[in-house]
């Protein structure tokens, strides 16, 4: 199973929008309402932001957004903050328990 | 709020075998599959293994397949990992997670690391 494919860095300023892509195939994130996406910050674990495409966990701000179309899921960060510079996975169950990542995309806040 | 605590890692030669624990605490364990991932030096994460509730089921990803154990103990709320045949590309931080609310990982331990070297 390959990674899913996202984009090695996206920026933007202070206060606007971004959108991270996570792209797959029909066995993946076509196949499944199951894509997650998660946020790492240098040396941290990794934290759940979107789970089944456009979920929200608890205390998860509501600037983050995520939504998919065919086989492309994507991730939408409004209102751009510093504390919002850090790396983002998406990931899509396979069934059987199993699940793929994406390669990871790197947020810089200009 | 829930507690993951891994340990085990280190420094192993090319071939060689070591053993992860994750220590889980403040949720009941034995009612939720448990997942291994890791994450190569500067790279991406990767899926390893998922064991359900009960230990029946287990699942593995291909690149492990066959070398790597995982299994749990429900009375001290424990999982591992046994690693054997290590190579150098299993080098990395290896985490624990929860799947306690549908299917993604909702909690992470603050992982631990593995070098595969001679």
């Known amino acids: 199973q390959s990674a899913l494919t996202q984009p090695a860095s996206v920026s933007g300023s202070p206060g606007q929008s971004i959108t991270i892509s996570c792209t797959g195939t029909s066995s993946d994130v076509g196949g499944y309402n199951y894509v997650s996406w998660y946020q790492q910050y240098p040396g941290k674990a990794p934290k759940v932001m979107i789970y089944?495409?456009?979920n929200r966990p608890s205390g998860v701000s509501n600037r983050f957004s995520g939504s998919k179309s065919g086989n492309t899921a994507s991730l939408t960060i409004s209102g751009l903050q510093a504390e919002d510079e850090a790396d983002y996975y998406c990931s899509s169950y396979l069934g059987s328990s199993t699940y793929v990542f994406g390669t990871g995309t790197k947020v810089t806040v200009l | 709020e829930v507690q993951l605590l891994e340990s085990g890692g280190g420094l192993v030669q090319p071939g060689g075998s070591l053993r992860l624990s994750c220590a889980a605490s403040?949720?009941?364990?034995?009612?939720?599959?448990m997942t291994w991932l890791r994450q190569a030096p500067g790279k991406g994460l990767e899926w390893v293994s998922t064991i359900s509730g009960n230990g029946v089921g287990t699942y593995y990803a291909d690149s492990v397949k066959g070398r790597f154990t995982i299994s749990r103990d429900n009375s001290e709320s424990t999982l591992y990992l046994q690693m054997n045949s290590l190579r150098a590309e299993d080098t990395a931080v290896y985490y624990c997670?929860?799947?306690?609310?549908?299917?993604?990982?909702?909690?992470w331990g603050q992982g631990t690391l593995v070098t595969v070297s001679s």
């Open positions: 997670a929860t799947r306690r609310y549908g299917r993604y990982f909702d909690s």
């Open positions: 089944d495409v456009s």
């Open positions: 403040a949720f009941t364990f034995s009612n939720y599959a």
